[in-house]
């Protein structure tokens, strides 16, 4: 698409503003990936216990590590949240290239399925596609299993019990529609608003919206 719009697989967008020089966002594939917590490992010099995240011990390592790099973490400081803020940090601030970050904890994916290697213990099938920084596109497998999909929403409430507003609440009539099935799926979403922000150069979000959010006042 991109190839299609320019005619090259490089775009000029004023990501600083209008009056700023543009930045260079390279489309040319592939792109490049980002396992989640071996990449935060070797960016921030870390040692993460990824088999088991729901510990005390976990989150307090997690808390050192924002205290030794003067990290700030917003909301309430449940492992999920420590996690997100580490990984926006050191991960999310280099992808101004379209870049993969993969294979996220199950700490941070409750509707997203365990991964099926062995290899990876703790993580799940999960990627999310950054573009000058800002996630565009967020997919995993469907977790559908009814028992696990329901001790992970318990998890989930717990962490909104400790304050984080962004976890997850309990979903009874979710978990009743899995224990009558649901087949092998994945779940995509895209946000076509931030693709249509990058390729027009535009710096609002209002300027692509097809629906304004308000509508306009007449002086």
Not at 157 to 163: M, T
Request: net charge negative; with cysteine.
């Amino acid at each position: 698409m991109v190839k299609e719009l320019t005619g090259g697989y490089k775009v000029q967008y004023h990501a600083n503003g209008a009056d700023k020089p543009p930045i260079e966002i390279d489309f040319t594939p592939p792109f490049a990936r980002i396992n989640m917590i071996k990449g935060l490992e070797d960016m921030a010099d870390l040692n993460i216990p990824e088999e088991d995240l729901s510990t005390d011990d976990a989150n307090e390592y997690l808390m050192e590590a924002c205290a030794r790099y003067d990290i700030t973490c917003p909301l309430s400081h449940t492992t999920a949240r420590l996690l997100d803020t580490l990984v926006g940090h050191f991960l999310e601030e280099t992808c101004v290239n379209p870049t993969f970050i993969i294979n996220h904890p199950v700490i941070m994916s409750p509707l997203a399925k365990s991964h099926r290697d062995e290899a990876w213990p703790g993580l799940t099938e999960r990627f999310e596609l950054f573009i000058n920084k800002h996630e565009v596109c967020n997919a995993y497998t469907e977790l559908n299993d009814p028992v696990v999909q329901r001790e992970r929403f318990e998890e989930q409430l717990r962490d909104r019990q400790d304050g984080d507003d962004e976890a997850m609440a309990m979903d009874e009539t979710f978990c009743t529609a899995l224990e009558y099935g649901l087949p092998p799926t994945g779940g995509w979403g895209l946000g076509i608003d931030r693709l249509t922000m990058l390729l027009t150069d535009s710096q609002n979000i209002k300027e692509v919206l097809l629906f304004p959010a308000m509508k306009p006042q007449d002086s």
